[in-house]
Nanobody, 125 residues
């Protein structure tokens, strides 16, 4: 069992930065791939970024590539999402998720086993 708690959301002006954290409990955190998703009002939840269980592979949606960076710290059982050059369209609730699957469809929500409750990110223009 893995429990996930996101933090670091807030209100920021366009062009600003935020770093989201996802703290995981459970002894097997290091064996899970991790992902970040977001859901804007009136829209479906979408894939943002993922990182392999080793941390050696990272993946990004085209909409955030070059602006967001995912990383993980096994010692702290935490995954981070550094978000730079934020835009109003980045406004959403951001969720982290954990997957035990080694399949390549890292952007598929159904492959994730555990989810956090989310943290709100609001980018003002």
């Amino acid at each position: 069992q893995v429990q996930l708690v996101e933090s670091g959301g807030g209100l920021v002006q366009a062009g600003g930065s935020l770093r989201l954290s996802c703290a995981a409990s459970g002894r097997t955190f290091s064996s899970y791939g991790m992902g970040w998703f977001r859901q804007a009002p009136g829209k479906e939840r979408e894939f943002i970024s993922a990182i392999s269980w080793t941390g050696s592979k990272t993946y990004y949606a085209d909409s955030v590539k070059g602006r967001f960076t995912i990383s993980r710290d096994h010692d702290k059982n935490t995954v981070y999402l550094q978000m730079n050059s934020l835009k109003p369209e980045d406004t959403a609730v951001y969720y982290c998720a954990a997957r035990g699957s080694f399949s390549s469809d890292y952007d598929s929500q159904v492959t994730y086993d555990y989810w956090g409750k989310g943290t709100q990110v609001t980018v003002s223009s």
